[in-house]
T-cell receptor, first 112, second 111 residues
Framework: RKEVEQDPGPFNVPEGATVAFNCTYS??????FFWYRQDCRKEPKLLMS???SGNEDGRFTAQLNRASQYISLLIRDSKLSDSATYLC?????????????FGTGTRLTVIP | DTAVSQTPKYLVTQMGNDKSIKCEQN?????MYWYKQDSKKFLKIMFS???????INETVPNRFSPKSPDKAHLNLHINSLELGDSAVYFC??????????FGPGTRLTVT
């Protein structure tokens, strides 16, 4: 079983739409959770960390459900510039290490 | 003032050659990493160094050898390159248990 599983998409949505991505992780010892964004032929960049209480950054809201080992990302009022691949990322839970496991990514295209 | 830099950006070479990729970070982070992103875009960790010590060595062929002269640098040397080594290699750095910052990647093509 993969450490992190995501729906690869693609998600094609019109500008202004709300879109949600989900992912599940297999290691219950994982302590850190992130969403990264990767544009075509570019490096992954941190979009936001995901906290147990849920957190919001502008149009982006991340949620974590430890019991179900499930993470979500909600994007409201989609912009053309949101088009990218969104990577769900979970750490290994090993003390003193920061081994991150990446999902295969969900591709989003926002259409004018 | 680039945070994580890699050289070269593109590398085209023939099977059997030996090549190196260099990585430097100026963020003062203690941990550096090498990742491989294959043609299916799956990003997988290869190595992790914390203060010049290897702390993770995922099951990669021993043709791949990371070398860290100091905590700001982590280089990747690859011996006897194979077609299957073609991928994008990303260097990253972090403070332990915090988010990782990635370099721009090195696109390796083995012919």
């Amino acid at each position: 079983r993969k450490e992190v599983e995501q729906d690869p998409g693609p998600f094609n949505v019109p500008e202004g739409a709300t879109v949600a991505f989900n992912c599940t992780y297999s290691n219950s010892a994982s302590q850190s959770f992130f969403w990264y964004r990767q544009d075509c032929r570019k490096e992954p960049k941190l979009l936001m960390s995901v906290y147990s209480s849920g957190n919001e950054d502008g149009r982006f809201t991340a949620q974590l459900n430890r019991a179900s080992q499930y993470i979500s990302l909600l994007i409201r009022d989609s912009k053309l510039s949101d088009s990218a691949t969104y990577l769900c990322v979970v750490n290994s839970g090993q003390t003193g290490a920061n081994n991150l496991f990446f999902g295969t990514g969900t591709r989003l295209t926002v259409i004018p | 003032d680039t945070a994580v830099s890699q050289t070269p950006k593109y590398l085209v070479t023939q099977m059997g050659n030996d090549k190196s990729i260099k990585c430097e970070q100026n963020l003062g982070h203690d941990t550096m990493y090498w990742y491989k992103q294959d043609s299916k875009k799956f990003l997988k960790i290869m190595f992790s160094y914390n203060n010049k010590e290897l702390i993770i060595n995922e099951t990669v062929p021993n043709r791949f050898s990371p070398k860290s002269p100091d905590k700001a640098h982590l280089n990747l040397h690859i011996n006897s390159l194979e077609l299957g080594d073609s991928a994008v290699y990303f260097c990253a750095s972090s403070q332990v248990e915090h988010e990782q910052y990635f370099g721009p990647g090195t696109r390796l093509t083995v012919t």
